[in-house]
């Protein structure tokens, strides 16, 4: 099992900067994807970002893309997004998300083994 707590979120105006946290702790064994996802009020979850292992392969969603970045610090068990020129929209619950096996399906949240809580993001106009 692997257990995972967001921290960061909060409320920040339009074009402000946060960076979410995620603090893994239990079986945090090597070849663990992280993601990160969010959910908005009347919305369907969707995908943000993932990282590999190494840190090497990232993937971003295109409304994210150029303002958001996910890195991780394994020695910590940590993975971050630093998220700059917010917007409202994007307005939701961050979760980060880990799973094992191979590159197929990273941006599916349903293809993810375990979750967090989530962390409330909230951008003002």
């Known amino acids: 099992q692997v257990q995972l707590i967001e921290s960061g979120g909060g409320l920040v105006q339009a074009g402000g900067s946060l960076r979410l946290s995620c603090a893994a702790s239990?079986?945090?064994?090597?070849?663990?994807?992280m993601g990160w996802f969010r959910q908005a009020p009347g919305k369907e979850r969707e995908f943000v970002a993932y990282?590999?292992?190494?840190?090497?392969?990232?993937d971003y969603a295109d409304s994210v893309k150029g303002r958001f970045i996910i890195s991780r610090d394994n020695a910590q068990n940590m993975v971050y997004l630093q998220m700059s020129g917010l917007k409202p929209e994007d307005t939701a619950v961050y979760y980060c998300?880990?799973?094992?096996?191979?590159?197929?399906?990273?941006?599916?949240?349903?293809?993810?083994?375990?979750w967090g809580r989530g962390t409330q993001v909230t951008v003002s106009s």
């Open positions: 998300a880990a799973r094992g096996g191979g590159y197929s399906g990273l941006g599916v949240g349903s293809s993810y083994d375990y």
């Open positions: 990282i590999s292992w190494s840190g090497g392969v990232k």
């Open positions: 239990g079986r945090t064994s090597s070849g663990y994807f």
